[in-house]
């Protein structure tokens, strides 16, 4: 085992299997999420759901995040994430199953979605605390890069699913696969509660430091945390709205097959996935974080703004490969920033609670704001002004938030 410091942190090493526990967490939560958008046109196409009834099967993963995420960082700093982590496990095969039973209803696939919700809330922050719990100093910077491709893991996991469910006419067994991937992950944790190989309780930040010197969050640290969660906030709208309906926009602008629609998807998804690994590594080579997330934001904006114009073919593709390249470094940046304000790099669940809050109110408004708004004007029209403004808004609070990084 790794040698570690006297809060039970690796103190030169990384624990290896404490991250992947964590990441995997992250992925598991990820994927449950994101196994809905890349079947949505099929689920409408059977069931008729009503299209803001739609965007609440996403939607609701933010509601129950929205609520829970303080309360559990503050939960997971003070008794360890083993317990909760496990009963969360369960929740999400509860809620896969009662998906599973009438998917005909609407309302009852909601409540499907919200028990994920609620397991989901759990394994997004344990995840990303325990992931950092078991990482050195050194690495937490490429820690934070890893963990940002938490999404993009999750949405292509269900991508390169969704084409075989859908060539053998049955959804199900996106649902069928998470089951099984809970199952698996219910396994390691009981193992790593039994073992205790890996750090199941983050060092609590209301501790002291071996100086004797108080790790609270302070005022100062708390406002970065709480500039964070906006940012969060606004950027996750945007992005969760436009993940959730791009395989539906596809389909219904541009004329593709579904599965056409899917790879289209997974565009975007991918430079996210491959550009969050890349900040992280910036980051750890000491590049400035404000002016990679300034720079990113930029670049998401513009995207926004030029969507009336940019249109099908080689500048439709320009513009998913720019925004999927703008989107990999923001949540890198943001999930980096709690090590960053706290300068502490292990006692993060508390923080990652505030930030996790400002995330999942923007995934609660971005897929029912942009439902609504088609169902308004009974086309895509609105979505590039509303969610330009909305990126624009984010690079203001990126800038305020740099500024304060650079004092």
């Known amino acids: ?69 303080i309360p559990l960082g503050r939960a997971i700093e003070r008794h360890g994430a083993a317990s909760l982590i496990a009963w969360a496990l369960l929740l999400m095969v509860l809620g896969n199953g009662i998906g599973l039973f009438r998917p005909e209803s609407g309302w009852l696939m909601l409540t499907s979605r ?113 500039l964070t969660a906006l940012l969060f906030m606004l950027w996750s709208g945007q992005y969760f709205a436009y993940m959730t309906w791009l395989p539906q926009y596809l389909v219904e602008v541009h004329g593709l097959a579904i599965t056409q629609a899917q790879w289209g998807y997974a565009i975007p998804v991918s430079l996210v996935m491959v550009v969050c690994v890349v900040t992280g590594l910036l980051l750890q080579r000491g590049l400035f974080l404000g002016t990679l997330l300034v720079s990113a934001l930029i670049t998401q904006a513009a995207v926004w703004w030029l969507l009336p114009f940019t249109g099908g073919g080689i500048s439709g593709i320009a513009s998913l490969v720019a925004y999927g390249a703008g989107a990999g470094v923001v949540p890198a940046c943001l999930f980096a920033l709690p090590s960053v304000i706290l300068q502490r790099g292990h006692n993060t669940a508390r923080a990652f609670g505030i930030v996790m809050t400002g995330r999942n109110m923007g995934v609660l408004i971005g897929p029912v704001l942009v439902a609504q708004a088609f169902k308004m004007t009974d086309s895509w029209d609105l979505a590039a002004p509303i969610f330009g403004t909305v990126t624009s808004l984010c690079l203001v609070t990126a800038i305020l938030l740099a500024r304060q990084l650079h004092r």
């Open 1 to 69: 085992m790794n040698r570690r410091d006297a809060t039970g942190a690796p103190a030169n090493n990384d624990h290896l299997i404490g991250i992947a526990f964590g990441l995997g967490l992250a992925f598991l939560a990820a994927y449950q999420q994101f196994k809905l958008p890349v079947v949505l046109p099929v689920l409408l196409a059977d069931y008729s759901y009503d299209r803001t009834l739609a965007g609440g099967f996403m939607s609701i993963y933010g509601f129950f995040g929205l609520f829970l995420s």
């Open 114 to 226: 919200g028990l994920e919700g609620i397991a989901f809330a759990v394994l997004a922050i344990g995840g990303a605390a325990l992931a950092n719990a078991n990482a050195s100093p050194r690495s937490l910077p490429l820690v934070a890069g890893l963990m940002a491709t938490w999404i993009p893991v999750g949405q292509l996991s269900a991508t390169v699913l969704a084409p075989i469910a859908i060539a053998t006419s049955s959804w199900r067994m996106l649902w069928y696969v998470g089951i099984g991937a809970t199952a698996l992950f219910f396994l390691w944790t009981i193992i790593n509660r039994i073992s205790g190989s890996v750090v199941l309780t983050p060092p609590a930040s209301v501790a002291t430091d071996k100086s004797g010197a108080s790790t609270d969050i302070t005022p100062r640290e708390r406002r970065g945390l709480i």
